[in-house]
């Protein structure tokens, strides 16, 4: 098998695996969360696909493999396996900038790279920009978001954790 076709290959294998929503955050993508960690071809021409979860017993992780099961089948891109990475565990610095600009939109606070805790930031109200928050649960609707209220206008609001 020539070079030329294994890049086109991998090419689309990239554009279909990045354009798949996460289930538990449906404005971003498999792209946007940095999770897809390599797309290469095998000497046999197997494409090797590796995804890792944002978390050790993520939920969404079995499903998520199936939608890129499933994505890589109608991108006609020939024999593929995929492969769970878990080192280096995934990290939130890795979501892109596209992906923390949709999570604010979405309305909910995206990590900042790096950010050592969420006590250690000053959160804004992703409704109404007011400094004035709280931390109601270190624990949101997964276990990778944090449940906070803004103080001024009272609305709740998600923070996405740094992992």
Same mark, same amino acid.
């Given at each position: 098998?020539?070079?030329?076709?294994a890049?086109?290959?991998? %090419?689309? !294998?990239? =554009?279909?695996?990045a354009? $798949? !929503?996460?289930? /538990? #955050?449906? &404005?971003l993508?498999?792209?946007?969360?940095?999770?897809?960690?390599?797309? =290469? *071809?095998? &000497?046999?021409?197997?494409l090797?696909?590796?995804l890792?979860?944002?978390?050790?017993?993520?939920?969404?992780?079995d499903?998520?493999?199936?939608?890129?099961?499933?994505?890589?089948?109608?991108?006609?891109?020939?024999?593929?396996? $995929? *492969?769970?990475?878990?080192?280096?565990?995934?990290?939130?610095?890795? $979501?892109?900038s %596209?992906? =923390?600009?949709?999570?604010? %939109?979405?309305?909910?606070?995206?990590? %900042?790279p !790096?950010?050592?805790?969420?006590?250690? =930031?000053?959160l804004?109200?992703?409704?109404?920009?007011s #400094?004035?928050t709280?931390?109601?649960?270190?624990?949101? *609707?997964?276990?990778? +978001?944090?449940?906070?209220?803004?103080?001024?206008? #009272? /609305?709740?609001?998600?923070?996405? +954790?740094?992992?």
């Amino acid at each position: 098998m020539s070079a030329a076709p294994a890049d086109a290959r991998i %090419e689309a !294998a990239w =554009r279909a695996l990045a354009s $798949i !929503a996460d289930p /538990e #955050l449906p &404005p971003l993508t498999l792209g946007d969360l940095g999770v897809i960690r390599f797309v =290469r *071809s095998r &000497p046999d021409g197997t494409l090797e696909v590796g995804l890792s979860p944002t978390y050790t017993g993520c939920p969404a992780t079995d499903y998520i493999r199936q939608r890129a099961e499933r994505a890589l089948i109608e991108a006609e891109i020939g024999a593929f396996s $995929i *492969s769970a990475v878990l080192a280096p565990a995934w990290t939130s610095d890795w $979501i892109s900038s %596209e992906g =923390r600009r949709k999570l604010h %939109e979405y309305g909910i606070v995206p990590p %900042e790279p !790096a950010a050592p805790s969420l006590q250690a =930031r000053q959160l804004a109200c992703p409704r109404c920009r007011s #400094l004035d928050t709280e931390c109601l649960s270190e624990f949101g *609707s997964t276990p990778c +978001k944090a449940l906070h209220r803004c103080r001024a206008c #009272l /609305e709740p609001f998600e923070v996405f +954790k740094c992992i």
